[in-house]
């Protein structure tokens, strides 16, 4: 009977593994180029860093963090960060550019679309920055030192639109 249960048992995996052999994966040559840079660095410094939060979760919050807490970026050196990458041998570099809150580090432009509200939760709201876009600093820095550069931008997320987990809420902000 034992005997029987085990030719029972070895048919069975017999079966499953014919049927379910792993093949073997050849990796293409984008996923041979990614893993040739070996390290990279994210730079996850936005609104939320500055107010000592972890995110912006609008059902907690009373109100957003105020873009003039957003003060550091006046002795932010990108170049200096890059110079230091490139030292370290990292090849790449994702900036979050907007998380959870929903600023932006960029001055946006969808305050001047006819028929659409202002979105002001930018660098550009405050006053230290209103004609800088980090972004740009940013990019131009990373080329100068040979460091791809790369972009979080959360679509999940924006306190400032009353969006969370993907959901725009009733109330908005």
């Not at 893993?35 to 860093?49: H, K, L, Q, R, V």
């Not at 107010?51 to 957003?70: H, N, W």
Request: net charge positive.
């Amino acid at each position: 009977m034992a005997s029987r249960s085990l030719v029972t048992l070895l048919l069975l995996v017999s079966a499953f593994w014919t049927r379910y052999s792993l093949a073997v994966v050849t990796p293409t040559a984008a996923l041979l180029q990614w893993s040739a840079f070996e390290m990279g660095a994210m730079i996850s410094w936005n609104i939320d860093t500055m107010a000592g939060t972890q995110g912006c979760d609008v059902k907690k919050m009373k109100s957003l963090p105020d873009p003039k807490l957003f003060d550091t970026a006046e002795h932010v050196d990108f170049e200096s960060w890059a110079r230091v990458m490139q030292a370290t041998g990292i090849k790449y570099c994702v900036l979050t550019v907007k998380h959870g809150c929903g600023f932006t580090l960029w001055p946006s432009k969808v305050h001047d679309i006819p028929g659409l509200p202002a979105y002001n939760y930018t660098i550009e709201s405050n006053p230290l920055f209103a004609n800088r876009d980090l972004v740009t600093e940013y990019m131009v820095a990373m080329k100068k030192f040979g460091i791809r550069p790369g972009f979080y931008y959360s679509l999940g997320s924006n306190a400032y639109l009353g969006v969370s987990g993907g959901k725009v809420s009733p109330e908005g902000t």
